[in-house]
């Protein structure tokens, strides 16, 4: 009985999660279609049959699907090859019809949709709740912990780790487990004085939200973190660096996977995402906003890899398309969108069949 109420409570909280995310990337479409003058059919969160929904006076469609895994913006005339078909009186409401440049607009304005709510979902919250800020200097040293044989001590400023500036403690926890590598080059201040130090991590399994994970650790320990509050515009600023930062780092722990050094423990489906929602839900309202947010840029910036079948795919056959000044192909076209689709799907099923392996190794 209890499994079975937790496996519901975990699925609704990952339902929550991905129809908020859904919704902001198909609003994106929907609004610069709106303002580019396409007519939007229909606007659907889930897929299959129509649980309730409802037509506004535009005569768009807004519902809700059975089948809660995603959602679709479907514009008329998003067939560029099916023109024939629409009424001539229609063709200035069809997607297909609009110039290149708002086709790109309205299929881009998806991913930068999770980015503004990314944006302005931190700064709301930097604003109003505040940021935790720990700064990158030395508490405590373990006895006998890698930070201690390589002879830091209580008090060191932590200024780079391996050429990469270091602005806050959780910083170096990020490099070490992101990079996973030997040994590290510890740039730290001391008595005013510069020096480096190589540490050598040690890995221990660690239970992070009911999952146990390698991760590495040397051996130190922070001051107390300081809330800090800011003004609205500078709250901006610093969620587009959050934002930008989560970008930068998704992209980095796919280069450490492709080149070998990253793990496939590190990835997360569907699964795991539902694991991750519901122990987010129980650690309060704000873990689990934090959650969607850093969700959305990520499902944002996944979006924009130029796979067909991700809007990124479509961006990129519409810079081809201005580059030699026509549509590619249909057949060409049709063919790169079902190698997405497959790639995609065997990825899904990869990713799942690994979350469920890592869940039942907890």
Known sequence: MELLSNTFFYFSAFIIVLSVIVFVHEFGHYYAAIINK???????????????GWTDKRGTRWKIGYLPFGGYVKMFGEDQFSLNKISRSLTKYAFSEKKLFQRFIIVLAGPL???????????LIYTFIGISYIPPIINEVQ???PAYHSDLKSGDKILKIDNKKIDSFREIGTIINLYKKTDFNFKIIRDSNVIVKTVVPTIIVEEIYGQKRNVRKIGITSFEPKIIKYNIFHSLYLGSKSTYDICSLTIKALNQLIIGKGSIDDLGGPVKIAHFSGKMLEAGFLSFINLIIILSITIGLINLFPLPVLD????????????????????????FFKIGFVLIITFAIFLTYNDILSLFNT
């Open 143 to 145: 006895i006998n912990s």
């Open 113 to 123: 949709a999770n980015f503004i709510f990314g944006i302005i979902g931190f700064a």
């Open 38 to 52: 396409v007519k939007v059919e229909t606007f659907s969160i889930g897929f299959g049959k129509e649980l309730f």
């Open 312 to 335: 990124g795919g479509h961006l990129l056959f519409y810079i081809i398309e201005g580059i030699i000044g026509k549509p590619i192909n249909e057949n060409i076209q049709k063919m």
